[in-house]
């Protein structure tokens, strides 16, 4: 049983579409992030929340973590073939560890041009 | 470049085999982990070291060991290998022993057991 779950698992989309990826636990986290991973390196830091209802904009991409904290969404608005990859969740905290980030199942991101 | 440095890229061994994974850490990162990345299971944490000092341990298995070394280098050890040992082994380092603020991942070691 995954703690983290992702959905959609694979998301092929056409530039320009806007998509949200989610991110759901029936576990509460201290603090939530997301990655991107490109084929063949390791997952890059996108952001990272911490507060229940906070709301993270890094350009074209809207992150959210939930009032309760157990959940998140990454909304990408106009995207691009640049976005292409496989998306991460990773909660810290569950159950007072602070050790080791929680992996989410992923999803994977196709745009085409 | 990340900053985490990860050797090999590239391993392939035969089952039953012993190898090394070597990870160096971003400059100034006190802790290590070690995870373990596989198309049915994810991103699956193995082990974390924080300053020389086992912190936490995941699901790893009996047969890997792993340690970080004064110069905070780190080596994950893997015997007696298995076909299902076939995975990306990711490194990744974070200034102090939590992973609140998020790790720096390296490009990964792809181990292939034939």
């Known amino acids: 049983t995954q703690l983290l779950e992702q959905s959609p698992q694979f998301l092929s989309i056409q530039e320009g579409e806007n998509l949200t990826v989610y991110c759901n636990s029936s576990?509460?986290?201290?603090?939530l992030q997301w990655y991107r991973q490109e084929p063949g390196e390791g997952p890059v830091l996108l952001v990272t929340?911490?507060?229940?209802?906070e709301v993270k904009k890094l350009k074209r991409l809207t992150f959210q973590f939930g009032d309760a904290r157990k959940d998140s969404s990454l909304h990408i608005t106009a995207a691009q073939p640049g976005d292409t990859g496989l998306y991460l969740c990773?909660?810290?905290?569950?159950?007072?560890?602070?050790?080791?980030?929680?992996f989410g199942t992923g999803t994977l991101l196709a745009v085409q041009p | 470049d990340s900053g985490v440095t990860q050797t090999p890229k590239h391993l392939i061994t035969a089952t039953g085999q012993r190898v090394t994974l070597r990870c160096s850490p971003r400059?100034?990162?006190?802790?290590v982990y070690w995870y373990q990345q596989s198309l049915d299971q994810g991103l699956q944490f193995l082990i974390q070291?924080?300053?020389?000092?086992?912190?936490a341990k995941g699901n790893i298995l009996e047969r890997f060991s792993a340690q970080q070394f004064p110069d905070l280098h780190s080596e994950l050890n893997l015997s007696s290998l298995e076909l299902g040992d076939s995975a990306l082994y990711f490194c990744?380092?974070?200034?102090?022993?939590?992973?609140?603020?998020?790790?720096?991942f390296g490009s990964g070691t792809r181990l292939t057991v034939v």
């Open positions: 070291y924080y300053n020389g000092e086992e912190r």
């Open positions: 990744a380092s974070s200034v102090g022993g939590t992973g609140r603020y998020g790790y720096t």
């Open positions: 400059s100034g990162d006190l802790s």
């Open positions: 576990s509460v986290f201290s603090s």
């Open positions: 990773a909660g810290d905290g569950l159950g007072g560890a602070t050790n080791k980030l929680i």
């Open positions: 929340v911490v507060t229940g209802g």
